[in-house]
């Protein structure tokens, strides 16, 4: 079946950029997704890509996606206190396939001063 | 407008009892999700329903779980004879339709059983 693999902690010094990788397995995929979780709430999405583009950006985020090597990126650029939290990578299989989505363990990030 | 809500927010129940969670999508949303999420874990995916009828359950984990939207809006995913292991965060999501689009998730119900 799909899995989707992440490291599970990043620190990085605020202003820094933060770069959090993803790998999944499912060559069928057609989107890919990064949703942010702070403590005690839900899933807030970020941004997608679609699997026939190989770059993404949106204001500070950057999302990178080797098709190829099934790797998925996630950069914050000028990274801030505030965007401490656990980031979820998800995949969508193939149309026919479902529509549900398969996501990675989560990256803990931790902005420090 | 208003987001996807779930309630109650958190529910503690003993071990064999029934529970009920709900969950109000966006409002025009035709597809719902329901997830999973224990401790430490991403989501897991449970049920879609495309309007009125489930399209995938491929992912309730036995038949104690059960999930239904009557009226293709409001959902109530229903747990009978609750275990230990089935305490987590059920998660729901709604999507404008199912194919490509990004579902947008609510705060989930957190769900204890002692």
């Known amino acids: 079946g799909e899995d989707v693999e992440q490291s599970l902690f990043l620190s990085v010094r605020e202003g820094d950029s933060s770069v959090i990788n993803c790998t999944y397995t499912d060559s069928s995929s057609t989107y890919l997704y990064w949703y942010k979780q702070e403590p005690g709430a839900g899933l807030q999405l970020l941004t997608y890509?679609?699997?026939?583009?190989d770059m993404k950006q949106d204001q500070r985020l950057t999302v990178l996606l080797n098709k190829k090597d099934k790797h998925l990126s996630l950069r914050i650029a000028d990274t801030q206190t505030g965007d401490s939290a656990i980031y979820f990578c998800a995949e969508k299989g193939a149309p026919g396939g479902g529509n549900k989505l398969t996501f990675g363990t989560g990256t803990q990030l931790k902005v420090e001063l | 407008g208003a987001g996807v809500s779930q309630t109650p927010s958190n529910k503690v129940t003993e071990k064999g009892k029934y529970v009920e969670l709900r969950c109000d999508p966006i409002?025009?949303?035709?597809?719902l999700y329901w997830y999973r999420q224990s401790l430490g874990q991403g989501p897991e995916f449970l049920i879609y329903f495309q309007g009125t009828g489930a399209a995938d359950d491929s992912g309730l984990p036995n038949d104690r779980f059960f999930a239904v939207r009557p009226e293709g809006s409001v959902s109530t995913l229903k747990i009978q004879r609750t275990e230990r292991g089935d305490s987590a965060v059920y998660l729901c999501a709604s999507s404008p339709k199912a194919l490509g689009d990004t579902q947008y998730f609510g705060p989930g119900t957190r769900l204890t059983v002692l």
């Open positions: 890509i679609f699997s026939n583009m």
């Open positions: 409002s025009g949303h035709t597809a």
